[in-house]
């Protein structure tokens, strides 16, 4: 750590153009290469995925996204002759657009069954070549222009389905521009200095920009869902303030006792700070990529984009802030501010009193935490998990309307159809799929069921039946749960055929069946190799132990707040969002990020801890200076990542709107409940045996010190 600190001060000028050249190269190369990304989500061994083998193999003609303008009026019917020679002149524009195969009319002969019976709400089926990830977004909002100039003269017109979806989260948002500001706002408080502040600003959004460009450029390599830019942006830029802004804090410390030498100040800064912001990043890192240990590949790309944005604003901060510090001006302006403060002791003044406020009623504030913590997680165990439809957007948006209108004129279920697929072997009969069709027929839940279409040879067929309930009900789950378990085998022996029960809805229950299965394997692993890598580096039991109890609780009582709010509806109105389940990927992806991030907290705080237990041999005291050290850097850093996050729930996509809740209380509860009220209580409850690790454990571990030359004292 000391040879690169000294090789990045000693060609500063080499490495600034270095990231320069880098940012400038990959924003071009991802311009060049237009970014590519994907939604697609397949689970082997599901039924909904044999479902989605077989009409991919059997039903070629089904391909492409498919979907629907939707006409309505408020009064009168549809047969209106003005009305109808509108919509049909502007259904005929859509069909000469690129990218569009096939429009089918509500008022053509097939289009019978797209009129609702009150004739006062139809659609049209707007059929794409491509799925809806690979469609431009120009292509799409072409659709969307052209269908919207038939709505006036009480006729109204919205439009439904995945590309259309997909297009309306494609809407720009200022969300990263909010927590810049926040994040300079809190720096100039914290340091009072523009320099100081304006540092830690450039390396992040060096270190963003650039992560966020390979996200681009390898969306094309490995399939990435659409959010990931922004999930990536929401920590990426959080860690990479955080990460330069506990380097430059431990320089300001360094110049004050080093008579303003900037080298030795930016070498012991990186020695100590920067061991910590190496080992906290690849902390990060390994939890989320610890995803990937799922096997579900919609992972996959979300895990890695997001790493890769992490990663690249670690390497910013060991690198270029050493470089930016140690430019004469800059470091002697933002060493020079410190010296002006006073001493490093007496800042930390207010966090030593309440770390001995704490200490002295410590069996209080250990027991009032644990409390409240378990008190938010109990949500937690009423979660719903459901991929989210139109349904849950906003009612100001053209797919919402149109999911709301179909909903009205064909009934609940409409917007969730059951697809039936249907293998018949070479010696059964096609009359046996008729058989198939008028038992779903018949079955409580199910409204009304299409005719079946058969492939070419007769060898598989399909309908889609209609449930009487919402996509998003538990009855529509309760109700495939059970034609799949005592229906379809039931049907399949009777018929000699095998049906299966696929589409949208299914495969949601799917997808949250696996999550549900998946995660306690995962949270499992990732907890014990985190609790590895804090007993590898603080020699220690008790703290590791103590810091996954911790972020375990700091997840469940985030994921809680999140299903008060996106399940329950308690303050949904102020997010702008509609009450429904929770994304089944949100639990593990959550846990995840805010594992490796607590882990951020905890190793910055402990290992200043461990400095001090080192150097007095006092284990109260130790816990004292180590918090009196920390506590306002921490609490800055916290502040700033909690104003990064929460700024991302002003954007248009529920999911990111969760993430961006979930993960803000989730920083929150644990730099302002766990780092500076249980920890300092629980550590001093349990006093030197929060060091103690066995001999013969202690000779078998390496040594990494996260402490730096401090270790040696």
Known sequence: MVRLALACARHRRAVLAIWVLILIGLSMLSKALPAQYADNITLPGTESHAAAQILDKQFTNQSGDRSQIVFAVDSGTLDNQATQARATKMLADVAKLPHVSEVQSPWSPNGRGQIAKSNQVAFATVTFDKFAQELAIPDIERVISTAKKA????????????????????????????????AIVILLLTFGSFVAMGLPIATALFGLGSGLALVALGSRVLDTADFAPQLSAMIGLGVGIDYALFIVTRFRDAYS??????????????????????????????????????????????????????????LASMTLTPALLSFPRIGSS???????????????????????????????????????????????????????DAGNDSTSQTTRKAYDLLAKGFGPGFNGPLQFVIQIPAKTSPAAVTQVEAAIKTEPGIADVSKPTFNKSKSAATFTAY??????????????????????????????????????????????DTFSAKLPLFIGLVVLLSALLLMLVFRSLIVPLKAALMNLLSIGAALGVVTLVFQEGYGAGLLGV??????????????????????????????????EWLATDDARLSVRNGLAATGRVVTAAAAIMICVFASFMFGGDRVIKMFGLGLATAVFIDAFVIRVILLPAVMDLAARASWWLPAWLDRLLPNVAVEGRRDSH
Request: proline fraction near 5%; charged fraction near 20%.
């Open 578 to 611: 509609q009450p429904g389940p929770i994304e089944p990927f949100l639990p593990v992806m959550m846990f995840a990020i805010i594992f490796g991030l607590s882990m951020d907290y905890e190793v910055f705080i402990v290992s200043r801890i461990r400095e």
């Open 257 to 314: 006792n080093n008579s303003g030498d900037v080298e030795s100040a930016t070498v012991e800064a990186m020695d100590t700070a920067g061991r910590a912001v190496l080992f906290a990043g690849l902390t990060v890192v390994i939890a989320i990529l610890g995803m990937v240990l799922l096997g579900i590949n919609f992972l996959y790309g979300v895990a890695v984009a997001t790493s890769v944005v992490v990663l690249v604003s670690v």
């Open 151 to 182: 709505r006036g003269d009480g006729l109204q017109v919205e439009l439904g389905g995945a590309a259309i979806s997909r297009t309306e989260r494609a809407k720009p948002a200022l969300t990263e521009a909010i927590g810049v500001m926040a």
């Open 334 to 388: 933002i060493g020079k501010g410190r010296k002006r403060r006073g001493k490093p002791r007496g800042e930390g003044q207010l966090w030593g009193r309440w770390a001995d406020f704490v200490v002295k009623r410590r069996w209080f504030f250990a027991i009032l935490g644990i409390v409240l913590l378990v008190g938010l997680t109990i949500p937690t165990f009423s979660m719903r998990q459901l991929h989210n």
């Open 467 to 512: 449930p009487t309930t919402a996509p998003q009900a538990a009855e529509t789950t309760d109700l495939v749960n059970h034609l799949r378990k005592q229906i379809t085998p039931a049907l399949g022996d009777r018929t000699n055929t095998t049906v299966l029960v696929g589409g949208f809805t299914p495969a949601t229950i799917d997808l949250a």
